[in-house]
């Protein structure tokens, strides 16, 4: 089983949609959750952390089930500039700093 | 935040060759950080480069085929060495800011796609 996995993609929606990504994770003591976003030939940026008590930024919501080792993020009224690949990113914290990355989900969204 | 200057942003080389990627970040950080990405994939952790002491590797990577310098705290290199097709990818590398671990934020090189023909 994979550290962190994430629906295999790719979505294909249209401008306006909502549409909402799921990531689960292996390690019942990680403390640290982020998204991040990857535009195509461009090296990974953070969107956004994720926190035990959900949270906003804009149009993206990200949630956190501790009970459950998943996470989300949703977007809403897509945009044409939010196609990219979505990874889902873990901080295990078993002494090693560097974080862990789920193989992504890419989003298209059309005009 | 951090800016990281990664080079050479691509290159082509002969299989047997070997290719040293060079980052060079605009403050200092304890760790550093170099990662693979396949076609299609997402990231591997190759190793983590620590100023003052050896590289840590990752399982399936071994200090001959990517050694790693770190030199100060501000620089580090990255060799893949003897390459083959199969070490055809983007190579990157990270650190991370200083802070609490849960507000830890990665930044990246703009990454080295490697072709090896």
């Known amino acids: 089983r994979k550290e962190v996995e994430q629906d295999p993609g790719p979505f294909n929606v249209p401008e306006g949609a909502t549409v909402a990504f799921n990531c689960t994770y292996s390690?019942?003591?990680?403390?640290?959750f982020f998204w991040y976003r990857q535009d195509c030939r461009k090296e990974p940026k953070l969107l956004m952390s994720?926190?035990?008590s959900g949270n906003e930024d804009g149009r993206f919501t990200a949630q956190l089930n501790r009970a459950s080792q998943y996470i989300s993020l949703l977007i809403r009224d897509s945009k044409l500039s939010d196609s990219a690949t979505y990874l889902c990113?873990?901080?295990?914290?078993?002494?090693?700093?560097?974080?862990?990355f789920g193989s992504g989900t890419r989003l298209q969204v059309q005009p | 935040s951090a800016v990281i200057s990664q080079k050479p942003s691509r290159d082509i080389c002969q299989r047997g060759t070997s290719l040293t990627i060079q980052c060079q970040v605009d403050?200092?950080?304890?760790?550093m950080f170099w990662y693979r990405q396949q076609p299609g994939q997402s990231l591997t952790l190759i190793a983590t480069?620590?100023?003052?002491?050896?590289?840590?590797?990752e399982s399936g990577f071994v200090i001959d085929k990517f050694p790693i310098s770190r030199p100060n705290l501000t620089f580090s290199t990255l060799t893949v060495s003897n390459m083959s097709p199969e070490d055809s990818s983007i190579y990157l590398c990270?650190?991370?800011?200083?802070?609490?671990?849960?507000?830890?934020?990665?930044?990246f090189g703009q990454g080295t796609r490697l072709t090896v023909v």
């Open positions: 390690n019942s003591a990680s403390q640290s």
């Open positions: 990270s650190v991370e800011t200083a802070g609490t671990v849960k507000n830890t934020e990665a930044f």
């Open positions: 403050s200092q950080v304890t760790m």
């Open positions: 994720v926190y035990s």
């Open positions: 990113v873990v901080n295990f914290h078993t002494g090693r700093r560097a974080l862990t």
């Open positions: 480069a620590n100023q003052g002491s050896e590289a840590t590797y």
